[in-house]
C-alpha cells in the first residue's frame, strides 16, 4: 500500500524524468569531408574513400577531434582522408537517452527525407551506440566490456538511397548474421 505508494512518487520524480531523451544540436562550418561513392565500398585512389576511412573520420568527428593533422596536438594527427570536400556548413544532432527500434526507423525515415529539397548533401550518417557496459549485446551473447565496450552500428545513406551498414562491437561479441 503506502510503501508502493512512496515508490512510485518516488521513480516518478527522480527516474522518469532522467529517460527522457536529450538532444543537442551544433553545426560544424567548413568541414572536411571524404568523398564517397555508394557504389564503391572499398574506395579508389583519388577518386572515392573506403567504408573504413569513413567509419574512423566520423569517430574523429563525433568526437571533435581536429582534422588539421597540426604536429604541436598532444591529442591527434590525424587527418582527412583523400580524397575529400570541404563542407560549409554541416548539421550534428546527438540524441541521448534510452531510444527504441521504432524511433530509429523512424529517424531514419525522416533523414531520407532530407535528400527531397534542397538537395545540397550527397549522403548523411545515422550512428546508434549502445552504452559501453551494456549487459546485452547482438544474439544470444553477454556484451563483454573488456577493453572499450565497442557497440554501435552507423548507417551511411546516399541520395539515390543505395545504403552503408557498419558494425562495430568489441572481440567477444557476437555480430548479428
Given at each position: 500500500?503506502?510503501?508502493?505508494?512512496?515508490?512510485?512518487?518516488?521513480?516518478?520524480?527522480?527516474?522518469?524524468?532522467?529517460?527522457?531523451?536529450?538532444?543537442?544540436?551544433?553545426?560544424?562550418?567548413?568541414?572536411?569531408?571524404?568523398?564517397?561513392?555508394?557504389?564503391?565500398?572499398?574506395?579508389?585512389?583519388?577518386?572515392?574513400?573506403?567504408?573504413?576511412e569513413l567509419f574512423?573520420?566520423?569517430?574523429?568527428?563525433?568526437?571533435?577531434?581536429?582534422?588539421?593533422?597540426?604536429?604541436?596536438?598532444?591529442?591527434?594527427?590525424?587527418?582527412?582522408?583523400?580524397?575529400?570536400?570541404?563542407?560549409?556548413?554541416?548539421?550534428?544532432?546527438?540524441?541521448?537517452?534510452?531510444?527504441?527500434?521504432?524511433?530509429?526507423?523512424?529517424?531514419?525515415?525522416?533523414?531520407?527525407?532530407?535528400?527531397?529539397?534542397?538537395?545540397?548533401?550527397?549522403?548523411?550518417?545515422?550512428?546508434?551506440?549502445?552504452?559501453?557496459?551494456?549487459?546485452?549485446?547482438?544474439?544470444?551473447?553477454?556484451?563483454?566490456?573488456?577493453?572499450?565496450?565497442?557497440?554501435?552500428?552507423?548507417?551511411?545513406?546516399?541520395?539515390?538511397?543505395?545504403?552503408?551498414?557498419?558494425?562495430?562491437?568489441?572481440?567477444?561479441?557476437?555480430?548479428?548474421?
Open positions: 500500500g503506502a510503501e508502493g505508494s512512496t515508490l512510485m512518487s518516488y521513480f516518478s520524480k527522480n527516474q522518469i524524468q532522467a529517460l527522457k531523451p536529450k538532444i543537442t544540436f551544433s553545426t560544424l562550418r567548413d568541414l572536411q569531408c571524404p568523398v564517397l561513392q555508394s557504389n564503391d565500398l572499398q574506395g579508389k585512389p583519388e577518386e572515392s574513400c573506403s567504408t573504413e574512423e573520420w566520423l569517430g574523429a568527428v563525433l568526437n571533435q577531434v581536429s582534422l588539421d593533422n597540426k604536429s604541436s596536438s598532444f591529442l591527434s594527427t590525424y587527418c582527412c582522408p583523400e580524397p575529400n570536400t570541404v563542407v560549409e556548413k554541416a548539421f550534428l544532432c546527438t540524441i541521448t537517452g534510452f531510444i527504441i527500434p521504432e524511433k530509429i526507423i523512424h529517424l531514419l525515415e525522416q533523414l531520407c527525407c532530407y535528400f527531397g529539397e534542397p538537395k545540397l548533401a550527397s549522403w548523411l550518417t545515422l550512428t546508434v551506440h549502445g552504452f559501453a557496459d551494456s549487459p546485452v549485446s547482438w544474439r544470444e551473447s553477454e556484451h563483454g566490456f573488456h577493453k572499450g565496450g565497442e557497440n554501435l552500428y552507423n548507417f551511411v545513406i546516399f541520395r539515390n538511397l543505395d545504403y552503408w551498414l557498419q558494425m562495430a562491437v568489441g572481440a567477444h561479441d557476437d555480430c548479428p548474421p
